[in-house]
Structure formats: C-alpha cells, structure tokens
C-alpha cells in the first residue's frame, strides 16, 4: 500500500505550477479534485494593437515573467477578467 501523498500546494508562478505537474500525475491528487463548471470559449479571431508608454511596457513584461508568462497573454488576461466583471455588473 503506498502513503498518502501530500496535498497540491499553492503555486506562486504559472513556472511552479507547470514544474510541478511535469513530476506529479492529477490522479495522485483526485481526492482533492472537485468539479468546476467551465465554459469554453470560442477561439480567439480578432487582434487588436495597443500602444503603451515604454514604462508600462517594461513593467507589463516583468510582471508576465513573474508570473511565467508572454507580455500579452497577461495583457489579454487582464482584459478579459474585466470584460467579464462589467458582463456581470451590467447583467444584475
């Protein structure tokens, strides 16, 4: 009988996280698992260009390192979780 594995930590980089399921199998962890209502999303089409001041840039990039990813996926995140906030507000 093997030991119990220890619980699925909190990841403080996309890098951490995606180390440690390089290691680790989901199944290792199902008694933790729980399901998630998701909505899948069509692919994205459209492309838009946003010009930003070189500081902002510069800080977009070393906040996107830290947390293990591309300048504009993080650009793109942030939108989209705003998108989404006003979806909510102006629906109630």
């Known amino acids: 009988m093997s030991a119990r594995k220890n619980k699925i930590p909190v990841f403080t980089s996309d ?3 995606r180390s440690f399921w390089d290691k680790h199998s989901v199944e290792e ?3 933790e698992l729980k399901d998630l209502d998701v909505q ?3 692919t994205r089409t459209e492309q ?3 010009r930003l ?3 902002d840039l510069a800080e977009l990039r070393i906040l996107a390192k ?3 990813v591309g300048h504009t996926t993080l650009a793109r995140s942030v ?3 705003w998108l989404e ?3 909510v507000r102006h629906a109630s």
Do not use: N, Y
């Open 53 to 55: 001041s070189k500081d």
């Open 40 to 42: 899948i999303r069509p």
């Open 15 to 17: 890098h951490e996280e």
């Open 66 to 68: 830290k947390r293990g």
């Open 48 to 50: 838009i260009a946003l």
């Open 79 to 81: 939108v989209e979780q």
């Open 29 to 31: 962890f199902g008694d």
């Open 85 to 87: 906030k006003m979806r």
